[in-house]
C-alpha cells in the first residue's frame, strides 16, 4: 500500500469549482473518448448517506488500455476497463477504483475542499492521523505536464478569464491570489502482488498526478463556459455529455467487453 496526499491551489473559491470539477469532469471525460477510449457512464443518481447527508453516485467504467506501460499492456486484456465508483457529498468527496481482471488492485480517494492556499495540515486527521504519508503540492501553473497533453489555451500562465478576471498565473501565485482554494486528495494505491507490488503502485500514483494537474488546468482554463452556470445547468449539461461519450465508448467496446465477461462468467 502506497499513501500520498495532494493539495491541488485554484484561483477560484470552493462554491465555484463545486460547478467547475462537474463541468471538467464531463467534458474532459468526452474529449478523452474521441482518443479511442472514455469513460462510459453506468449510473449517476441521487444518494442520500446517513452520516455525510445528501449526495451523488456515479458509477463509471473507465477504458485506459493506451495508457499502460508495455510491461502491463502484455498481460491484461487488449479491452481493458477499470471500474469507478464516486460518492459526491461536496465538499467531501470519496471515489474508489477497482478491476475485476486485477483483484489485489485498487484506488481509494478521499477529498475535502477548503477555502485557503493547501495549509491545512490536519484537515484528514479523522481518516489518517497517524499515518505516514508524503504530502505534494501540484502547481497548476507551474508543474510540467506531460507534452502530449499540453495546449497553450489551457496553460494558466497565459490564459486568461474575460469573466473573472484570473488568470496569466505566474510562479508564486499562491501565495498571494484572491480567491484561491485547495482540493486535498488522500490517495490510497494497493497492489498487493509480491514482485510488482512497489512497481505498479510508483507508477499509479504517476498517473493520478498527472491527471490531476491536468483537470485542475483545464477546470480553470474552462471557467468562462461554466462561470455563469447554476447547478441545474451542470446537471443538464453532465447529462448530455455522458449520453454523447457513451455513445463514442460502447460503439467501440461494448462488443469485446460482452465477450470478455461472458468468457469470465463461463470460466466461473
Known amino acids: 500500500m502506497l499513501l500520498k496526499e ?31 477510449e472514455g469513460v462510459e457512464v453506468v449510473q449517476n443518481e441521487p444518494f442520500e448517506d446517513p452520516h455525510h447527508g445528501n449526495g451523488q453516485f456515479t458509477e463509471k467504467r473507465v477504458y485506459l488500455n493506451s495508457k499502460l506501460p508495455g510491461w502491463a499492456r502484455a498481460v491484461v486484456p487488449k479491452i481493458f476497463y477499470v471500474t469507478e465508483k464516486a460518492w459526491n457529498y461536496y465538499p467531501y468527496t470519496i471515489t474508489e477504483y477497482t478491476c475485476s481482471f486485477l483483484p489485489k488492485f485498487s484506488i481509494h480517494i478521499e477529498t475535502k475542499y477548503e477555502d485557503n492556499k493547501g495549509s491545512n495540515d490536519s484537515i484528514f486527521d479523522n481518516e489518517a492521523k497517524d499515518v505516514e504519508r508524503e504530502v505534494c503540492f501540484i502547481d497548476i501553473a507551474c508543474d510540467e505536464i506531460p507534452e502530449r497533453y499540453y495546449k497553450e489555451s489551457e ?16 510562479e508564486g501565485w499562491r501565495d498571494s491570489h484572491q480567491p484561491i482554494m485547495c482540493s486535498y486528495k488522500l490517495v490510497t494505491v494497493k497492489f498487493e502482488v509480491w514482485g510488482l507490488q512497489t512497481r505498479v503502485e510508483q507508477f499509479v500514483h504517476k498517473v493520478v498526478r498527472d491527471i490531476l494537474l491536468i483537470g485542475h488546468r483545464q477546470a480553470f482554463a474552462w471557467v468562462d463556459e461554466w462561470y455563469d452556470m447554476t447547478m441545474d445547468d451542470v446537471r443538464e449539461y453532465e447529462k448530455n455529455m455522458h449520453e454523447q461519450t457513451n455513445i463514442k465508448v460502447c460503439n467501440q467496446h461494448s462488443s469485446p467487453v460482452d465477450d470478455i465477461e461472458s468468457h469470465t462468467q463461463t470460466s466461473t
Do not use: A, N, W
Open 6 to 36: 495532494y493539495r491541488i491551489c485554484m484561483p477560484l473559491t470552493v462554491d465555484e469549482y463545486k460547478i467547475g470539477q462537474l463541468y471538467m469532469i464531463s467534458k474532459h471525460s468526452h474529449e478523452q473518448s474521441d482518443r479511442g
Open 155 to 170: 496553460d494558466p500562465k497565459h490564459f486568461k478569464s474575460e469573466k473573472t478576471g484570473r488568470g496569466q498565473l505566474r
